[in-house]
């Protein structure tokens, strides 16, 4: 089985990359257009690798997707490729809307053209899987959890793109018949993030005793799933989701945003060591709140749990521990990032002094 997965640079890619290639026999083409969130270092080890090839191409370049799918003939697409930072969304919305929706449309049509040209079994067994997000549902007050029947009501550019992805693909089976499975998930977290993401910013801006800036009161609930868990679970959807269905995947793992930056000030303090001003809890810095802030999110995965049997391996105190003992271990990586010209400061809040 070769799967072709879009945005395999980034961090959930990446890992469910390293994930498929550690735990089945399938082969991967990593089709990427290697924005500033890519790395393809987490991958390097693959480089050599018969299972393994990577094509530079942006998901809106037609024509190279379609020389990419006659080329390699992939039985399933993993379709991760996305802008996907909020903050970077209403600053510059189009980028979102580019990529998200154009390019998934475009994505879309060229897999449909691919599956009405296979036959027999590979057509039978061929898989659109789009990942997205569980933002698509809006906000939550203190009581309840999306289920997959939840209304969509996006708040954020970004969450509108996907949620207008999401709307493509759903089209794209039921027009077309494309078969496709869909999930939308909560806040991934892990090795390799990209620094501009709440746990790794708060992570190198504690090891670096820097003002830790959290929006508004930093009571804002999110629901934190560790990465490797989501990888699992996308195989799980692909390989055994019922088609033209979303599967919402989450780990039961809901935080206040406080409380992860409270969980990562304990943590970084105990690994390595405690700075001579004290505790790194005090460096918190409360900032304006981001505009269209959402409250809560919280995912009901009782779907995905009861019908396909995943379970989340990790609970949030032993992924997060893993998590910031990843970036102490990997400062050649981040501060390479650094060296690269990123500050890590979008919160706009200078280091501290
Ligand atoms: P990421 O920003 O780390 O990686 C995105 C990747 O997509 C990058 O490698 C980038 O180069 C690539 N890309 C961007 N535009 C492209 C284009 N036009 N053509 C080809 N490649 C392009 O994102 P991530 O956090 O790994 O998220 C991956 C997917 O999972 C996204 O669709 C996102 O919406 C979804 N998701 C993310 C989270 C989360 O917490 N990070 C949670 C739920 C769902």
Not at 284 to 312: F, M, N, S
Request: aromatic share 10%.
């Amino acid at each position: 089985m070769r799967i072709l997965v879009t945005g395999g640079a980034g961090f959930i890619g990446s890992a469910f990359i390293r994930w498929v290639l550690a735990n089945t026999r399938a082969s991967v083409v990593n089709l990427d257009k290697l924005t500033y969130a890519a790395d393809l270092e987490s991958l390097a080890r693959f480089a050599e690798d018969p299972r393994y090839a990577f094509e530079r191409v942006d998901i809106c370049d037609e024509a190279e997707l379609r020389r990419v799918f006659a080329a390699h003939r992939p039985a399933a697409v993993v379709h991760l490729a996305a802008e996907t930072h909020v903050d970077r969304s209403i600053d510059g919305p189009m980028a979102f809307v580019q990529t998200n929706v154009v390019g998934t449309v475009t994505l879309l049509r060229v897999a449909l053209d691919h599956w009405r040209g296979l036959e027999g079994a590979e057509k039978d067994g061929f898989r659109f899987h789009h990942v997205s997000t569980d933002e698509v549902f809006g906000t939550l007050d203190d009581e309840g959890r999306f289920s997959e029947t939840t209304p969509y009501a996006p708040n954020s550019p970004y969450s509108a793109s996907k949620a207008a992805s999401d709307h493509f693909v759903r089209a794209w089976h039921e027009t077309y018949g494309l078969p496709t499975v869909a999930s939308n998930c909560s806040n991934n977290y892990g090795p390799w993030q990209f620094p501009e993401k709440l746990i790794p910013l708060m992570t190198l801006k504690a090891l670096q005793g820097q003002r830790l800036p959290v929006y508004g009161s930093g009571l804002n609930v999110r629901d934190w799933l560790y990465v490797d868990d989501h990888a699992s679970a996308l195989w799980t959807i692909l390989t055994k989701g019922r088609l033209g269905e979303s599967y919402n995947v989450g780990g039961d793992s809901e935080r206040r945003n406080i409380d992860v930056v409270n969980a990562i000030c304990d943590l970084v303090d105990e690994m390595a060591g405690p700075l001579p001003g004290g505790p790194r809890r005090t460096l918190v810095t409360h900032v304006t709140d981001r505009p269209g802030h959402d409250h809560r999110y919280a995912i009901d995965a009782t779907k995905l749990q009861t019908e396909l049997g995943w379970r989340p391996s990790e609970t949030f105190e032993t992924g997060i521990r893993r998590t910031v003992a990843w970036y102490l271990e990997n400062r050649a990586w981040w501060e390479r990032l650094s060296a690269n010209g990123y500050s890590g400061q979008r919160l706009g809040v200078a280091a501290a002094p």
